[in-house]
């Protein structure tokens, strides 16, 4: 399938995924550069939040092969958390994703946009999608995990996420286009994707940010940051 046909036709979450082969060698470049050098790799700064009050906060972790996303209700977050709500004045559901600007953004990157994402210090983008069918039943085929957040928590993830965005003088966000499935779009975001700012590694940072012991170094792959993830929370759909 073509380029054009494939973005014209990736309306669900499964149709963006890449094909077999397609993840075999995605994963492979990304495995040999990636973990090559993770042990020379600073910690996360961030302090855990601490707190037990009630009530708590649900937030969803979903696995897409590659990267995962973070599902979160469009009502529980503030209106001036993020500069995107209006662009989603329907949905129940917001995801919010994170990469390297090229490589998220072209339908099928070849090996020098994953090398250049892997080597070189980028642009990135964040991409956020709007649905309201239960999570589970638009994430079909995704493994996901419940998670809940007290109050504290939730608001420091919702802040840590919102601090991505970039902004102009009138503080709008930065829209780039349609994204890559559903009601979905692509936001400049004001960070730098590199060796050891991958999108997993900046999920962990913001849930590490939320309170969780979840550490970027483990983060790498998508597996190490779900396996984290697991032990914090509950596994309510598993990829099939």
């Not at 309306?11 to 994963?27: F, L, M, S, Y």
């Not at 996420?161 to 400049?188: H, N, V």
């Not at 940072?205 to 984290?228: D, T």
């Amino acid at each position: 399938m073509s380029g054009t046909m494939w973005r014209k036709n990736r309306c669900t979450p499964e149709a963006a995924r890449p094909d077999g082969a397609g993840k075999a060698w995605i994963r492979l470049c990304f495995l040999f550069l990636l973990t090559a050098c993770a042990a020379c790799a600073a910690p996360v700064g961030e302090a855990p939040v601490s707190d037990d009050a009630k009530p708590r906060k649900t937030v969803y972790l979903v696995s897409h092969g590659w990267h995962a996303g973070i599902v979160v209700s469009r009502d529980d977050v503030p209106e001036d958390a993020w500069p995107i709500l209006a662009d989603f004045p329907d949905a129940k559901y917001l995801e919010i994703g994170w990469g390297d600007k090229d490589f998220y953004e072209t339908p099928d990157p070849h090996a020098g946009i994953v090398l250049k994402a892997a080597l070189l210090p980028s642009a990135s983008v964040l991409h956020v999608v709007g649905f309201s069918d239960a999570v589970p039943r638009y994430f079909s085929r995704s493994e996901i995990i419940r998670i809940d957040l007290p109050a504290a928590g939730f608001h420091a993830l919702i802040q840590g996420i919102g601090e991505s965005f970039a902004r102009d003088g009138s503080g709008k966000a930065d829209y780039l286009g349609p994204g890559l499935y559903g009601d979905s779009r692509f936001y400049l975001s004001r960070e730098r994707y590199h060796l050891f700012n991958t999108c997993n590694a900046w999920t962990a940072r913001r849930l590490r940010r939320a309170g969780l012991p979840i550490r970027s170094l483990r983060s790498i792959r998508v597996e190490g940051l779900m396996s984290q993830a697991r032990k914090l929370g509950r596994v309510i759909s598993h990829d099939r």
